[in-house]
T-cell receptor
Framework: GEDVEQSLFLSVREGDSSVINCTYTDSSSTYLYWYKQEPGAGLQLLTYIFSNMDMKQDQRLTVLLNKKDKHLSLRIADTQTGDSAIYFCAEILGNQFYFGTGTSLTVIP | DAGVIQSPRHEVTEMGQEVTLRCKPISGHDYLFWYRQTMMRGLELLIYFNNNVPIDDSGMPEDRFSAKMPNASFSTLKIQPSEPRDSAVYFC????????????FGSGTRLTVV
């Protein structure tokens, strides 16, 4: 499979912004995705971005895409304790997803 | 829609026993995927189906693993015989078309083999 890399852990204080980073390997990916996994649950699609876009904003979420560097980031504004979860980035090649290792976000009250 | 439904939610079994995991995809979705999640290896794609036909089973770890999709609304993943290293969370996901707008995941089955 493809290598999609993320840092494993991130801790932020409630109310601060969180930035979760991801690097992917295949520039032919047409869409890139962010999923959220809460404890004991499956993965939930948060948002996705088309590869010809640089930025996408959806309420507290901002996705930034740097195609040149194959770098994707997810910014969560005003992070809340309910945002504590594991966040996965993913790229799609053909009809297969390749997921990153996941970043565990801990929000400190 | 009730989403992707997996059963059981938890399964504890003894080494050597047969284990069957079940999945009901979202009605109308024509792709179904089985993933395994462990701390060591993250999310691994085991097998996926399109219109009930297995397309790629290269991720199935061994012959002990088999998957079927007898109809559009049901799939099984079977492990026979089970081993402790099979302990993991197994997820089923489905999508419409090639998944451009993302997959929908079930809540997973946590399998423990003792």
């Amino acid at each position: 499979g493809e290598d999609v890399e993320q840092s494993l852990f991130l801790s932020v204080r409630e109310g601060d912004s969180s930035v979760i980073n991801c690097t992917y390997t295949d520039s032919s990916s047409t869409y890139l995705y962010w999923y959220k996994q809460e404890p004991g649950a499956g993965l939930q699609l948060l948002t996705y971005i088309f590869s010809n876009m640089d930025m996408k904003q959806d309420q507290r979420l901002t996705v930034l895409l740097n195609k040149k560097d194959k770098h994707l980031s997810l910014r969560i504004a005003d992070t809340q304790t309910g945002d504590s979860a594991i966040y996965f980035c993913a790229e799609i090649l053909g009809n297969q997803f390749y997921f990153g290792t996941g970043t565990s976000l801990t929000v400190i009250p | 829609d009730a989403g992707v439904i997996q059963s059981p939610r938890h399964e504890v079994t003894e080494m050597g026993q047969e284990v069957t995991l079940r999945c009901k995809p979202i009605s109308g979705h024509d792709y179904l995927f089985w993933y395994r999640q462990t701390m060591m290896r993250g999310l691994e794609l085991l097998i996926y189906f399109n219109n009930n036909v297995p397309i790629d089973d290269s991720g199935m770890p061994e012959d002990r693993f088999s998957a079927k999709m007898p109809n559009a609304s049901f799939s099984t993943l079977k492990i026979q015989p089970s081993e402790p290293r099979d302990s993991a969370v197994y997820f089923c996901a489905s999508s419409s078309g090639q998944g451009t707008y993302g997959y929908t995941f079930g809540s997973g089955t946590r399998l423990t083999v003792v």
